[in-house]
Every structure is written in C-alpha cells, then in structure tokens.
C-alpha cells in the first residue's frame, strides 16, 4: 500500500503548490498591501473601460474605443487622452486621511447631510471588470484641501485629498481633446488642397513627395512636411456647434478652402470626400470668428472626422495661400546616392567620361578603369543634388531649341549597374536621372532633367565644376613611393647634379662634386615620392612650355636604374603654380610652390672649414 500513500503525498503536495502559484502569489506583499489600504480606490487601470461624471444633472460619459478614449455624452468627440490618464493616475494615488465607520455614521442621521453624502451632487464611476463601486463626493471638510467621500454602497465615509474632485468639476469640453487630429506627420501619404486658385494634390512615393496636380513635379519634401505639420499639430481655440445646421454664420457653408490629408491604411478617414468617392480627413477654412473680443485671431473651421464646428488659429489660413511654385522641389535633381554605381559625362564634340564606383572611391571606366580623383566626383555628385533652381522657366518644354535644350552643349547621367541579370533588374547599367544643360544667359544656364516637361535655369558657374576633358578627372596623386625606394635622381635646371645611392645607403655624386647637402636631399626624395598635383589642368598644349623646362628631375626605383620615372617642369600658371607633367601619365597637371621650392633646393652642401693653426697671438 505504500504506493498509494506515496500518490496522496503528491496530490496534497500538488495542491499546495498550486495555491502557492495562483493564490499566494497574486496576494500583495507587507508593504505594497499597506499601501492598498491607505488607498480610497484600488482598481487596474489597464480594466477601466468607461468613467461616468454625474454633476448634477450634467452626465459626462467617456469610454475606450480601440484604445483610444471617446466622449460619448453629452456630445461625442475625441476625448483627451492625458486629462483622462493624468484623473485615472490621481485616482490610482488617492489616499484616505481618516475613515469614520458606517456604524458612527448610523448613529448620527444626519451625518451623511453634513459631509453632503445623502444626496452628494458630484459622482464618479469607473466602468470595466473588478472595478470599485460609484463614489460620491461630499463638502468639503474643515482641513483645508480636505474633502468628505464615500462609496455608494457603503456609509463609510473617508476624509481625502480634494484632488480627484477638481479633476472631475469640470465642464464637458475641458475633456474634449484640443488636438485637432490623432494622426501623424508620418502616417500622410496624400494631400489635397483646394483652393479658389484651384486644386493642387501632393503624393508621397518612398520617402519623397510629388505634385500630381495641377503639374507632376517633384516636390520639396521639407515644405510638404510643414503644410502638412500645421494641421496635424493645430490645437483647437474654441468649441462651437455641431457641423449639422447652418453653416452660413460659420462662412462654412461655402468655405474658402480645405486641405484633406489621407493616411496610408485609410483608418484616420472618418468621412468620405465626395468629390473623389475616397475616404480622407478634411479640414475646411471659413470666415473669421466673431464671437468675442479673444476670437478676433481665430478664424473657423469644420474638420469631417470630428462633424464639429471649431476655432483655430487665423494662422491656418496661410495653408489656402500655398501655390504650385512654393511646394515645387528648388533642388536641380534627385539623387538615390544608394544606386549610385554609374556616372556620365557627355559633351558632344569633347567625348564622353564614365566613371564607375568601386567600393568608396571612383574610377574612370572610360579610361580603362584609371583611378579617378574620387574626392572630386563625390563633389561634383553634391554640388548637382544641392544645386537649386533660381527660376521656374516653362513648365511645358515645347520649344527646347528657344533654351539650346534641343541639342545640350552638357548631359549628366546618374545610373546604376549590376553585372547579372535578376528577376528585379536586368544586368548592365540603368540610368535613373539625367541633366542636360542647354544655352547660357547672363548668369544662368538653362537646364533640364531628364524627361521632365519643364525648363529651369540655374546658375551658370555650375558648369565649372564639371570638367568635360577626362584627364581633369585623374587622381591627384602622381607618385607614390617610399623614399628608401629612390635609387638614383638626377636634377637638371641649367646644369645637371645626379646622385646614386651606395651599397651602405650612403649617396654618391654621379655628377657633380662637393659635399652632399643631406637634409636637402632628404627633402627633395620624401617630397617627390610622395608628389600630388594640385588639381588637372587637362591636355598638354605649347602654352604649358614644356619643350624649355625650367626644371626636370629624372629618377629610378629599381637597383638596376632600369624602371626610370621623369618630372617636367614647365611654365608658371596664371594663379601663381607650375605647369607639370610625368611621362606615365597623360596630361598636364598643377604643381604647388613648396613642392617646386623642394625640387629646386641645392644638393651641395658647404664646405667645413679646415682647423685653424694654434699658435701664439702676436703682441
């Protein structure tokens, strides 16, 4: 039989457990039970569902919809959420300051008169599971901030903070919420303004904004964000009427404009805009309130997910003044600098230059994919996507030759590139923008992005910046050795010095005698191993004079002298530099002054003067 008593042992241990996990366990501790007791009221709030205010013969209903708390009596609207989280909080803190028991209040009838409990005028109930019973509130007790409360089912009476009590004395619009919309910035992706100029419509594409209408442009992203942001953070000035009678006094019945704002999942619509059977909600602008002296910069408007007649501020009225022209995107184009993988450079009769992007830098893939001075096409890439438009010039490009459009003198295309094919993309390189610049006129080019139907004009010192000639667009740097890696140099001004570099890493004049000026030397190979060029100045003409070199410096990085490397030196440049070129790279290049004053140093040093004789002074 010990089996069966092994088995009961279990059941009973069972038992206990479970009371200690289900029962125990939900039981408040030492501390947080004292605190329970001191309390007025213990409830949850995440179970409150409804607060009824009964003040007189005035009811005040609230509930939660969809998390969400809605006034439903005596007129129903958005409810303020934080006046009800902030009432439900003081609830939550409540604390009693002494109990009279039911029983000393029985013995004396006319107790619950005194403290106004018999009859109380103001009354509060929560709604929802495990929620207390209706309180009642009293006079107020002779301790200042000190009041008379009671639950309705009970003659016990409590001296409490008179807080609660002016968290609920209050009139129906003080918990109407004074934020005109629950939406959100983010949430807008669609805009329509109607206006007695016309419509305009507004539509988020990415993280973007377009003009649909009246033109299809781009937009100014930060622009649309505040229109948009002046309605979803308008704060309500004064409750009117419902939106259900006349609207005439309201100048609503014909407003002077709206804005209606549509959400991605549709379920900030509470109305249908009936002029495109779509759901959105609609701000309608009318006449400037007149009630009173403090309504004199409020004007009103009718907002369809509310049905009420409201006033806003008469700042509101500036969204009606918007126009196409000051919501239009200033920036010359729109990069996805993400995609970007391809550049081109097109100038008819100079040659096309393609850059291509490899990891973070750039190189020429029309020069056989030679480094590219990346530092500069990464400016060039910012410069076209700052650049802003200085005048809107036609908004349909008919007439393109008028603009030198029809045969741009310059076409830069932004592409991106992938190297197989995919379901999303074929493989090779897809152009996703373009600029081509047409004729100038004073200080300004005339411009035209891709197969937009418009025509711009922008500033004309642009072009600067984008060199047609690819040898512009080399690396800046010209060599790049080590000085130890220098074998042999020779310098030739109007006289030849070479040296070469002994076994023991000691120099030797190949030509030229005297001692060596070894901190000249030094200077002359860490600053030609290492030489940059200011910038590209592009093909080599005469005028760059390098057929009488002002200097040239010849120099080896091999043991052997075979692997030969030569520096030339032409005439200055206009802003003060040298023209300069190397035998393995095409094209003429800016030479600074302190690199040439280097180059030039003298290599022969002073001769040490020889020992004076010792011998005794003459007298």
């Given at each position: 039989?010990?089996?069966?008593?092994?088995?009961?042992?279990?059941?009973?241990?069972?038992?206990?457990?479970?009371?200690?996990?289900?029962?125990?366990?939900?039981?408040?501790?030492t501390?947080?039970?004292?605190?329970?007791?001191?309390n007025?009221?213990?409830?949850?709030?995440?179970?409150?569902?409804?607060?009824?205010?009964?003040?007189?013969?005035?009811?005040?209903?609230?509930?939660?919809?969809?998390?969400?708390?809605?006034?439903?009596?005596?007129?129903?609207?958005?409810a303020?959420?934080?006046?009800?989280?902030?009432?439900?909080?003081?609830?939550?803190?409540?604390?009693?300051?002494?109990?009279?028991?039911?029983?000393?209040?029985?013995?004396?009838?006319?107790k619950?008169?005194?403290?106004?409990?018999?009859?109380?005028?103001?009354?509060l109930?929560?709604?929802?599971?495990?929620?207390?019973?209706?309180?009642?509130?009293?006079?107020?007790a002779?301790l200042?901030?000190?009041?008379?409360?009671r639950?309705?089912?009970?003659?016990?009476?409590?001296?409490?903070?008179?807080?609660?009590?002016?968290a609920?004395?209050?009139?129906?619009?003080?918990?109407?919420?004074?934020?005109?919309?629950?939406?959100?910035?983010?949430?807008?992706?669609?805009?329509?303004?109607?206006?007695?100029?016309?419509?305009?419509e507004?539509?988020?594409?990415?993280?973007?904004?377009?003009?649909?209408?009246?033109?299809?442009?781009?937009?100014?992203?930060?622009?649309?964000?505040?229109?948009?942001?002046?309605?979803?953070?308008?704060?309500?000035?004064?409750?009117?009427?419902?939106?259900?009678?006349?609207?005439?006094?309201?100048?609503?019945?014909?407003?002077?404009g709206?804005?209606?704002?549509?959400?991605?999942?549709?379920?900030?619509?509470?109305?249908?805009?009936?002029?495109?059977?779509?759901?959105?909600?609609?701000?309608?602008?009318?006449?400037?309130?007149?009630?009173?002296?403090?309504?004199?910069?409020?004007?009103?408007?009718?907002?369809?997910?509310?049905g009420?007649?409201?006033?806003?501020?008469?700042?509101?009225?500036?969204?009606?003044?918007?126009?196409?022209?000051?919501?239009?995107?200033?920036?010359?184009?729109?990069?996805?600098?993400?995609?970007?993988?391809?550049?081109?450079?097109?100038?008819?009769?100079?040659?096309?230059?393609?850059?291509?992007?490899?990891?973070?830098?750039?190189?020429?893939?029309?020069?056989?994919?030679?480094?590219?001075n990346?530092?500069?096409?990464?400016?060039?890439?910012?410069?076209?996507?700052?650049?802003?438009?200085?005048?809107?010039?036609?908004?349909?490009?008919?007439?393109?030759?008028?603009?030198?459009?029809?045969?741009?003198?310059?076409?830069?295309?932004?592409?991106?590139?992938?190297?197989?094919?995919?379901?999303?993309?074929?493989?090779?390189?897809?152009?996703?923008?373009?600029?081509?610049?047409?004729?100038?006129?004073?200080?300004?080019?005339?411009?035209?992005?891709?197969?937009?139907?418009?025509?711009?004009?922008?500033?004309?010192?642009l072009?600067?910046?984008?060199?047609?000639?690819?040898?512009?667009?080399?690396?800046?740097?010209?060599?790049?050795?080590?000085?130890?890696?220098?074998?042999r140099?020779?310098?030739?001004?109007?006289?030849?010095?070479?040296?070469?570099?002994?076994?023991?890493?000691?120099?030797?004049?190949?030509?030229?005698?005297?001692?060596?000026?070894?901190?000249?030397?030094q200077?002359?190979?860490?600053?030609?191993?290492?030489?940059?060029?200011?910038?590209?100045?592009?093909?080599?003409?005469?005028?760059?004079?390098?057929?009488?070199?002002?200097?040239?410096?010849?120099?080896?990085?091999?043991?052997?002298?075979?692997?030969?490397?030569?520096l030339?030196?032409?005439a200055?440049?206009?802003?003060?530099?040298?023209?300069?070129?190397?035998?393995?790279?095409?094209?003429?290049?800016?030479?600074?002054?302190?690199?040439?004053?280097?180059?030039?140093?003298?290599?022969?040093?002073?001769?040490?003067?020889s020992?004076s004789?010792?011998?005794?002074?003459?007298?």
């Open positions: 039989m010990k089996w069966k008593t092994t088995l009961v042992l279990f059941v009973i241990a069972a038992g206990v457990f479970a009371y200690l996990f289900f029962v125990e366990r939900n039981r408040p501790g501390e947080e039970a004292t605190r329970q007791a001191q007025v009221v213990n409830f949850s709030r995440d179970k409150v569902n409804g607060i009824v205010i009964q003040n007189g013969d005035d009811q005040i209903d609230i509930r939660r919809r969809d998390d969400k708390w809605r006034l439903e009596i005596p007129i129903k609207d958005q303020d959420g934080s006046v009800v989280k902030s009432l439900l909080l003081d609830l939550e803190n409540w604390q009693k300051d002494a109990a009279i028991s039911a029983k000393e209040m029985e013995a004396d009838k006319n619950l008169a005194d403290y106004g409990l018999a009859n109380p005028k103001l009354r109930k929560l709604i929802g599971p495990d929620t207390p019973p209706e309180i009642f509130f009293g006079k107020d002779a200042e901030g000190k009041m008379y409360v639950f309705g089912n009970s003659k016990e009476t409590f001296l409490a903070n008179q807080s609660v009590k002016k609920i004395d209050k009139k129906p619009e003080d918990f109407r919420d004074r934020k005109l919309t629950d939406l959100i910035m983010a949430q807008v992706v669609r805009v329509v303004l109607k206006t007695s100029a016309g419509e305009m507004l539509q988020k594409k990415g993280d973007h904004w377009d003009i649909l209408k009246p033109l299809h442009t781009r937009a100014d992203d930060q622009k649309v964000s505040d229109l948009i942001a002046q309605v979803t953070t308008a704060r309500i000035q004064q409750f009117v009427a419902d939106d259900r009678g006349d609207l005439h006094p309201y100048g609503l019945a014909e407003p002077h709206s804005l209606t704002l549509f959400a991605q999942d549709d379920k900030s619509a509470g109305r249908t805009d009936s002029s495109r059977g779509e759901q959105g909600q609609i701000l309608q602008i009318g006449g400037p309130a007149t009630a009173g002296e403090k309504e004199k910069d409020q004007v009103y408007v009718r907002f369809s997910p509310r009420f007649v409201y006033t806003l501020p008469k700042k509101i009225e500036e969204i009606l003044n918007s126009r196409p022209n000051d919501l239009r995107d200033r920036h010359l184009v729109r990069i996805d600098t993400k995609i970007l993988d391809r550049l081109t450079i097109d100038a008819p009769g100079k040659g096309k230059t393609v850059f291509a992007r490899k990891d973070e830098n750039w190189t020429i893939a029309s020069r056989n994919n030679a480094p590219a990346s530092g500069e096409v990464r400016r060039l890439i910012d410069r076209l996507q700052n650049e802003r438009v200085t005048k809107f010039v036609e908004d349909v490009a008919s007439n393109l030759p008028k603009y030198g459009l029809d045969k741009p003198q310059l076409t830069v295309t932004f592409s991106s590139f992938a190297s197989e094919n995919t379901a999303e993309t074929k493989a090779g390189e897809q152009p996703f923008a373009s600029v081509a610049f047409g004729k100038v006129e004073g200080e300004n080019v005339y411009a035209r992005v891709g197969d937009e139907p418009f025509v711009v004009a922008v500033h004309r010192n072009l600067d910046q984008i060199f047609t000639d690819p040898l512009q667009w080399q690396e800046l740097s010209i060599f790049n050795f080590k000085p130890e890696q220098i074998h140099v020779t310098v030739t001004t109007d006289k030849e010095s070479a040296l070469v570099r002994a076994e023991n890493n000691h120099w030797n004049w190949a030509k030229g005698s005297g001692p060596i000026n070894q901190t000249n030397l200077s002359l190979l860490n600053s030609l191993a290492t030489l940059h060029a200011v910038r590209w100045i592009g093909s080599t003409t005469p005028a760059h004079a390098f057929d009488k070199p002002r200097l040239v410096v010849t120099f080896t990085t091999s043991p052997d002298d075979k692997t030969t490397h030569t030339t030196i032409g200055p440049t206009l802003d003060g530099m040298s023209f300069a070129k190397v035998d393995e790279r095409e094209g003429t290049f800016a030479l600074n002054n302190p690199d040439l004053n280097v180059l030039k140093l003298p290599l022969v040093g002073q001769e040490s003067p020992p004789p010792t011998g005794s002074a003459s007298r």
